[in-house]
């Protein structure tokens, strides 16, 4: 085992969505670095049933496969609490996955259609973090990663209620860490770009167009040749956030694409040579919680920038008096 083993050593995660995509792949990825148990929740039974199995097969008494809507509170609450007996009581880690996205223009969808995005997206992951909250304050100790998207920190075409959903996802992260800091929780939230998942393909049959076609219309990623990253590209930031290694942080926002905010901030001022420093020079980017930091300008603050690994060399830039830190890895 490598030693990164030694960050998830008796630790208990439950992870939303656990049977596809990035939450299966994170919950390979806890397995393989040692963690005790394990807790795949999610909608789909077949799919559940299958990835679970396999998993067992592979690192038995570790694996527990719940069946989950995270929309309804009954269910919700059987699955906390069978994982919580899972796990002797305590549930260490908390990844809130579960979501979907859809198309639709604000005039043109449902009410449905909203309130599915939302209750799935948004009032889900407070569902379960609210079952869940209890056992970290008791155990002193915890981390919640809730996962948002690159739309949570922009907007996108046809995506104004998956994009909702998704900025309330930094609401409820910098709020409970202010509530949660004083009981050694913390709480910080992701945004990947398109990521190769099987939610892609639900779209792309919906539009009419390739799973390809719909990551390069929503991602904006600037690599070439990388219309997603892959789920296991997201889940190592997960592994990450979870372990010690990050344990001052909480209350934050991290990315995990190929510049595709970046990207945002360059069509923001194309003209202002500062922003394409960022463009040319990150590596990765993540929105660092503000009032960790003193670079604070009158006019407003947009946010910390960081490269997502060391090593990075770091500067201070202005753009029309709104203080940035850019961050980017030197060059080979």
């Not at 409970?176 to 792309?204: K, Q």
């Not at 006019?299 to 961050?327: C, N, T, W």
């Amino acid at each position: 085992m490598s030693e990164t083993g030694k960050y998830y050593e008796n630790k208990v995660a439950a992870v939303t969505g656990g049977a596809s995509g990035i939450g299966l792949a994170l919950c390979k990825a806890m397995l393989a670095f040692g963690a005790d148990k394990v807790v795949l929740a999610d909608i789909n039974k077949e799919r559940l049933e299958r990835e679970t199995g396999r998993l067992e097969g592979e690192y038995p008494g570790k694996v527990l496969g719940l069946t989950c809507d995270v929309t309804s509170e009954d269910s919700v609450k059987d699955m906390i609490a069978r994982s919580a007996e899972f796990g002797g009581g305590r549930i260490d880690i908390l990844f809130n996955n579960a979501g979907i996205c859809a198309y639709a223009m604000a005039h043109e969808m449902t009410e449905l259609e909203w309130d599915a995005m939302i209750d799935i997206n948004l009032k889900g992951a407070w569902l379960v973090a609210r079952r869940i909250i209890p056992h970290m304050i008791r155990e002193r100790s915890g981390v919640i990663i809730n996962n948002s998207s690159v739309m949570g920190l922009r907007g996108g075409n046809r995506l104004s209620h998956y994009a909702a959903s998704k900025w309330g996802m930094i609401g409820l992260t910098k709020s409970w860490a202010i509530e949660l800091a004083p009981h050694n929780v913390r709480v910080v939230s992701i945004h990947p770009t398109g990521v190769n998942t099987p939610m892609n393909d639900g779209l792309a049959e919906l539009e009419g167009a390739t799973a390809i076609e719909i990551a390069e219309r929503s991602a904006g990623n600037l690599l070439p040749g990388v219309p997603w990253i892959e789920p296991s590209d997201a889940a190592e930031l997960v592994l990450y956030l979870a372990s010690d290694r990050a344990r001052y942080a909480t209350g934050a926002q991290f990315t995990r694409n190929p510049m595709a905010l970046a990207r945002a901030l360059e069509k923001l001022d194309a003209a202002h040579e500062p922003t394409h420093a960022i463009t040319r020079g990150a590596a990765h980017l993540c929105i660092v919680d503000p009032s960790a930091s003193r670079l604070s300008a009158r006019e407003g603050f947009l946010g910390d920038v960081f490269a997502s690994h060391p090593p990075i060399a770091q500067r201070i830039i202005r753009l029309k008096g709104m203080a940035y830190q850019a961050a980017k890895q030197p060059a080979e």
